[in-house]
């Protein structure tokens, strides 16, 4: 008995450590939220939809090659860096850290010859105002420097993201007061790229500086040379390294490939409409991102120091509370969204409203599965996940082909299309992997470090 009441003891306190991390992250994006509304309002009101498709052109672009460049070293931090924590090990936390540090900087330098490449080489294709290509290759470059993709690592595996917070209220912020000083000066599209681009640097440079203050003992530049070292500390990195990256790359053109499509193969004009109907999906389905974060923080950490049943258990709560999030998602976008891009956009962006409701079930479908990755990665199981999205952008092209002469809603429905189809194929598998902890087919951690079964 003493047993069990143990285990419902951690198993609650996971779960309440969850809503915890993510109160502290709703705090700062609905701080963030509000901010985005209203610059966003100022975008697309000042720029119109001509100019604001240019804009959401040239940031897509830039999103793209940030993921196909970034390499999201912040799971390799979580994934590993966790169990460092968890023992005190600092020293090997902060070689894990500053070689995730380092392939950033690789990252980024790769991706400025990919900018070159794609902007210069490409930007005909978009229909981009020859006006706005330079612009638009410098404003991908320092996106690519400004990636916070380590240092955010190392903050999520100290379980700060109670500090994260307010580093991260620098962006929406700074964007709302640079877009009230760019209306009255004169609104232009490279001003308000400018304005991002200096924004997103500053951020970079706050989150290693707060990363260094949380945990001085591991941030250290000797730790920069002990890179091999760290390779050796940490069993399977590469391999995961390797997997996530090609996931999260399948994830990225998941999430920019539509609007880029809409460039493409419609209008400018229908890029902009598309963008705005996206970013308001995307508020309206912040609650995944903010899952996600707390949940793959918490399943990391719960792999090293829990039970495999306690284990399964916070994995099908996490999963009940965002699939019950994600109706509510959809409901809003049906009720209110065409009012809510009229108010922010204007009477030009209400026709917006037919792509808003595909991809708010889009988003209904990410809400539901938050849980499904973090499981795969923390039982070692990543090449999984990379399956699913596979899969996901199989069926997101196979979607585009068949919508795409419907036009902008066409593209929205071949997104809907493709995140139905993540969800239930890592949905599957994330089932088989929780099943086999049930049968013992494998372990997590705190099973082989030496816990009894219930």
């Known amino acids: 008995m003493a047993a069990a009441s143990e285990n419902h003891d951690n198993n609650t306190s996971a779960i309440r450590r969850i809503l915890q ?19 966003l309002a100022i975008l697309t ?68 010859g990919l900018a070159a490449i794609l902007i210069y080489g490409f930007s005909s294709t978009f229909e981009l105002n020859p006006r706005y290509i330079d612009i638009a290759f410098y404003f991908a470059c320092a996106s690519l420097w400004a990636l916070v993709s380590a240092p955010t690592g190392i903050v999520r595996a100290l379980h700060r993201f109670d500090s994260a917070v307010y580093v991260e209220a620098i962006v929406p912020a700074g964007r ?76 990225a053109t998941m999430r920019n490939g539509p609007l880029l499509a809409v460039g493409a193969f419609i209008s400018t004009r229908a890029a902009g409409l598309y963008r705005l109907a996206a970013q308001v999906t995307q508020a309206l389905g912040k609650l995944s991102t903010l899952l996600t974060r707390a949940v793959y923080a918490e399943v990391a950490r719960a792999r090293v120091a829990s039970r495999s049943d306690e284990f399964r258990k916070l994995a099908l709560q996490t999963s009940l509370l965002s699939g019950a999030t994600g109706v509510v998602v959809i409901a809003i976008a049906l009720l209110i969204g ?13 026709g917006g409203a037919s792509i808003l409701v595909p991809l708010a079930i889009a988003a209904s479908f990410e809400l539901a599965s938050v849980a499904f990755e973090p499981v795969l990665h923390a039982t070692g199981r990543a090449h999984l996940s990379l ?39 890592m949905g599957a598998l994330a089932w088989i992997t929780l099943r086999g902890l049930d049968r013992g087919t494998f372990t997590t951690i705190g099973d082989e470090a030496g816990s009894t079964p219930a």
């Open 21 to 39: 991390n993510t109160a502290w992250l709703l705090g700062g994006k609905g701080f963030g939220a509000l901010c985005s509304i209203v610059y």
């Open 45 to 112: 009101r000042t720029l119109g939809l001509k100019d604001f498709g240019h804009f959401s052109l040239i940031f897509g672009t830039a999103q793209t090659l940030i993921a196909l460049a970034g390499f999201q070293t912040w799971r390799v931090v979580v994934r590993y860096g966790s169990e460092h924590v968890h023992a005190k090990d600092w020293d090997r936390f902060g070689r894990l850290g500053m070689l995730c540090g380092l392939l950033d900087a690789a990252g980024a330098v790769m991706g400025c």
């Open 176 to 251: 709302l007061l640079a877009a009230l000083w760019i209306w009255f000066s004169g609104p232009t599209v490279g001003r308000f790229l400018f304005a991002w681009a200096a924004i997103d640097l500053l951020e970079a440079v706050l989150y290693w500086a707060m990363a260094r203050r949380l945990c001085p003992q591991a941030i250290r530049l000797r730790n920069l040379r002990d890179w091999r070292m760290a390779l050796r500390e940490n069993e399977g990195i590469g391999r995961f390294f390797l997997v996530t990256y090609a996931s999260e790359s399948l994830d």
């Open 338 to 350: 065409e009012q809510l891009l009229g108010l922010i956009g204007g009477e030009a962006f209400e």
């Open 387 to 425: 399956f699913a999205r596979l899969a996901a952008v199989c069926a997101l092209a196979f979607g585009l082909y068949l919508f795409v002469p419907l036009g902008p809603s066409g593209v929205a429905w071949g997104v809907a299309l493709g995140a139905a189809t993540a969800y239930v194929v």
